[in-house]
């Protein structure tokens, strides 16, 4: 398989999760879009990595990978308690929070 294919992909799940970003009102469906846009950039990665033959894309995708672990935590934490709390967990209805 050529490079370009594995760039095309990282390129369209970008995209996908960056307009999952900015149009969803869901907290839950933005937590999945983020994840989106880290998986992508780990195929990025990947891909830069077997081409150059260095192992140290291998490595950031797995800090990536750990990163997007503890996100996935703590977001889900937030969203259980503000679900909690507010019986909604739209982010058109969190206003309140702002300082």
Do not use: H, P, W
């Amino acid at each position: 398989m050529l490079i370009s294919e594995f760039l095309l992909l990282g390129a369209v799940l970008f995209c996908i999760g960056v307009y999952g970003v900015i149009v969803r009102k869901n907290a839950v469906l933005v937590l999945m879009s983020i994840e989106l846009i880290l998986n992508s950039v780990n195929i990025n990665l990947l891909a830069f990595s077997l081409k150059y033959n260095d192992i140290s894309g291998q490595t950031f995708a797995l800090y990536i990978i750990a990163v997007a672990a503890a996100e996935v935590g703590v977001g889900l934490a937030l969203v259980l308690l503000i679900y909690r709390n507010k019986r909604n967990i739209s982010l058109d209805e969190l206003s309140e929070m702002k300082g």
